[in-house]
């Protein structure tokens, strides 16, 4: 699949699962099932999370709802716009509730301050990030993320959710590119 296209796998699907597994124990630990505030909430921030958010809730041993928002930074391009659209809000009022943002990767940290901001205003009971990947741009935000599964290089990567222009998505592994890809 994708042939010629992928320099390198940087994270196999076995080093993702055995992660994911890892982060589920330590999420589980901190949200215990049967809180007042009930079932611990997921969301997941379309479309790049789903495959970590599925896998992630499937290796919780804590019943979990899920919520998703949909908000657009990247376009087509390799790099932030720095403009954070809206593009799907949550279905449900979150007050209340222990949220758990679910997001694929931490890069400029732009969407996730900017979603943190966001939801803080509903008023949940608390709100935590679980990333599966974090770049080193992302460590200067002031923003407090929990769970970070791989700090990996300043580098564009693709699989396991992530996209470039919409393709690679279906990978199950995480890889970079051929330069060839982006017309180089
Ligand atoms: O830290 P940042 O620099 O803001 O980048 C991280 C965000 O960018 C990607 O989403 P994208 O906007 O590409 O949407 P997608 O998930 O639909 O591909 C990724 O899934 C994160 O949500
Ligand atoms: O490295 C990346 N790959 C794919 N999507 C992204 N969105 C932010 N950083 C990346
Ligand atoms: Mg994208």
Redesign the pocket.
């Known amino acids: 699949m994708y042939e010629g296209d992928i320099a390198s796998v940087l994270i196999s699907e076995d080093q993702i699962r055995d992660k994911t597994a890892e982060l589920a124990a330590a999420i589980a630990e901190k949200f215990p099932e049967g809180q007042p505030e009930g079932d611990l909430l997921l969301v997941g921030?379309?479309?790049?999370?789903i495959f970590f958010m599925t896998d992630l809730a499937r290796a919780l041993p804590i019943p979990t709802q899920m919520e998703f928002m949909?908000?657009?930074?990247?376009?087509s391009s390799t790099?932030?716009s720095g403009v954070?659209r809206i593009?799907k809000d949550l279905d449900k009022d979150i007050a209340g509730r222990h949220v758990l943002i679910v997001?694929?990767?931490?890069?400029?940290?732009?969407?996730?301050?900017?979603l943190m901001r966001n939801l803080s205003t509903r008023n949940p009971a608390s709100l935590s990030v679980v990333t599966l990947l974090r770049?080193p741009?992302?460590t200067k935000?002031d923003v407090d993320v929990e769970w970070v599964g791989f700090d990996i290089p300043n580098e564009f990567v693709v699989g396991y959710?992530?996209?470039y222009a919409?393709r690679y998505?279906d990978l199950p592994y995480i890889g970079t590119l051929e330069p060839h890809v982006y017309g180089g």
Do not use: M, N
Request: proline residues 0%; glycine residues 12%; aromatic residues 6%.
């Open positions: 921030v379309l479309k790049g999370a949909a908000v657009s930074s990247y376009g790099s932030s954070v593009l997001e694929d990767i931490i890069d400029s940290g732009l969407t996730l301050s900017w770049k741009e992302a935000i959710g992530l996209d919409e998505r």
